[in-house]
């Protein structure tokens, strides 16, 4: 479904007249297919953020292609109500001057003009997410972080996308309340049978959640695996990985 | 062993609501031991800390008695206090990005800390070679570099150990840690925690250590509380809170962290036989 092939991307570094670049995606290519969880796992700075962006189409590649169902991803048209993203910082990804209400009503409207429609369906919405329709009149700073990422991942599923893209989404959350959005996107997965891209540096997470995870390292594939055979990854920096893991 | 830091009936609110976030707190600080305290976002554990720093914003009040050494801490005057800060107690932050001045290189800020709190008895290149050797230890290559560097420049992962470096340098009696792996990502994560198990054999010094990590917690804590919505609902050694949880919500902490683990734990069985080989 989500095709990657061959991605480049760098950026000027430096001042205004440098012409410097840092590559920060070298010739990236994987494939996701419907239904399934893949979990991107690095470190920070590895450029799994900036994957996350190009395949969200809100940036370009400077080489290679991506494509969502075999078109490009840059085409608003393909997009639109195809792919939609939770992102980490909880709190300022909901217009502050907006209640929970609207901040859901915005991507609904979109597709459907019709109010009363829109209306029932968020509840709906905040019922599949564990908030009672009490939470639709409240501010974003009312919210408490599990609750305000849950309204986040309310919007992001409102369109029904075919792929949800998490860019570490929980990781600012407390360890508790992390199990509870895990459980939470489960249970989303097996009712709308959409596909997730879950970008964490947590590979505690990623194996409750996902399918199939790529470990990721400058900017470059290390290695991809099925999350059955993680405990047999080949390469150094995926052993490493492992081995420096806090366990409870 | 004796204690070194005494908190007696601490009590702090907001002056502008009225509100109580910590509600009459107890606990004791044994000489070279590690105390964690856990809870989830809001329980105060942050102000609980803060307090003992005296660095609370000043909407919040605080009474009751910090002893540190059996000097109450909370009589001081602001200047003798700042005498404290820094050369007896020592506080790492959670997030090393603001807590480095932004608008000049590492370096300076670390002489004109180390210049504040040993009375410029220490010649220039005198603090640059301890300043060195403390970043060596703590696994930072290329320290003289670093120092010339503005911390945008710089990963989470390496100003953490940046501040774990000066507190070596400034060799405090208490080391007051403020979720200083949270923001980390797995392997920097485990390379901060290595560094203060060593930091405290390496000093002996006392530790307070603040995570909601329980996995962190359990690695490198003598003694744990346990504290929600401003109480201290349970205490006692690491190894038994987590064995043993009596409290409801000390339970539910540990079957969180435990459902998250089993499944990977699940999926890792005979994995470090695969390491090793």
């Known amino acids: 479904m989500l095709k990657v092939k061959g991605v480049k991307k760098s950026y000027k570094k430096g001042g205004l007249f440098s012409t410097e670049r840092q590559e920060v995606l070298k010739d990236v290519s994987f494939e996701c297919e419907n239904g399934v969880c893949l979990g991107i796992i690095g470190e920070s700075g590895s450029g799994k953020s900036t994957l996350g962006r190009l395949m969200l189409g809100i940036e370009k590649p400077d080489h290679g292609s991506i494509l969502f169902n075999g078109k490009e991803v840059e085409n608003r048209e393909v997009r639109l109500g195809n792919i939609s993203a939770v992102f980490q910082d909880y709190k300022s990804s909901i217009n502050p001057f907006f209640t929970v209400e609207e901040a859901i009503m915005e991507p609904l409207i979109i597709k459907n003009k019709n109010k009363k429609e829109n209306q029932s369906k968020i509840d709906q919405l905040l019922y599949r997410v564990g908030l009672n329709p009490s939470y639709r009149n409240k501010y974003p700073h009312e919210l408490s972080g599990g609750e305000a990422q849950r309204v986040g991942i309310a919007r992001a599923i409102s369109a029904e996308p075919t792929c949800l893209l998490l860019d570490e989404a929980i990781s600012s959350l407390d360890i508790s309340v992390q199990t509870q959005v895990l459980n939470l996107l489960k249970e989303l997965k097996n009712i709308y049978n959409m596909s997730f891209i879950f970008i964490t540096h947590d590979i505690q997470a990623a194996a409750y959640i996902c399918d199939r995870v790529i470990i990721f390292k400058d900017g470059k594939i290390e290695e991809i695996v099925e999350i059955e055979q993680l405990k047999n990854v080949q390469s150094d920096y995926a052993k490493q990985l492992l081995q420096s893991l806090i366990t409870f | ?277």
């Open chain 2, 1 to 277: 062993m004796e204690n070194i830091l005494e908190v007696r009936n601490l009590r702090v609110w907001d002056l502008n609501s009225d509100k109580v976030l910590i509600a009459n707190n107890s606990f004791d600080l044994r000489r070279s031991s590690c105390l964690a305290i856990v809870g989830e976002s809001g329980s105060g554990k942050s102000i609980t800390c803060r307090s003992i720093m005296r660095l609370n914003g000043s909407s919040l009040r605080q009474s009751g008695e910090i002893l540190f050494k059996g000097e109450n801490l909370t009589t001081l005057s602001e200047k003798k206090m700042r005498r404290k800060r820094g050369r007896k107690l020592c506080m790492i932050l959670q997030n090393g990005m603001s807590a480095f001045d932004p608008s000049c290189v590492i370096g300076v800020h670390l002489k004109e800390t180390l210049a504040e709190h040993f009375d410029c008895d220490w010649k220039k290149n005198e603090i640059e070679e301890k300043m060195k050797l403390a970043m060596e230890s703590v696994m930072l290559k290329n320290p003289i570099e670093i120092m010339n560097k503005y911390p945008h420049q710089l990963s989470g992962g390496m100003l953490q150990r940046i501040m774990i470096a000066l507190a070596i340098v400034l060799e405090p009696d208490i080391i007051i840690a403020d979720e200083p792996t949270t923001a980390l990502d797995t392997v920097s994560q485990f390379e901060v925690v290595e560094q203060f198990i060593q930091l405290r054999k390496k000093m002996g010094c006392s530790m307070i250590f603040i995570s909601h990590d329980l996995g962190v917690v359990r690695k490198i804590a003598d003694e744990v509380l346990v504290m929600k919505d401003g109480e201290i609902v349970e205490r006692g050694p690491t190894e038994a809170i987590f064995l043993k949880p009596e409290h409801k919500y000390t339970k539910y902490l540990v079957s969180t962290r435990l459902a998250l683990s089993e499944n990977f734990k699940k999926l890792m069985r005979g994995e470090t036989i695969v390491a090793e080989s």
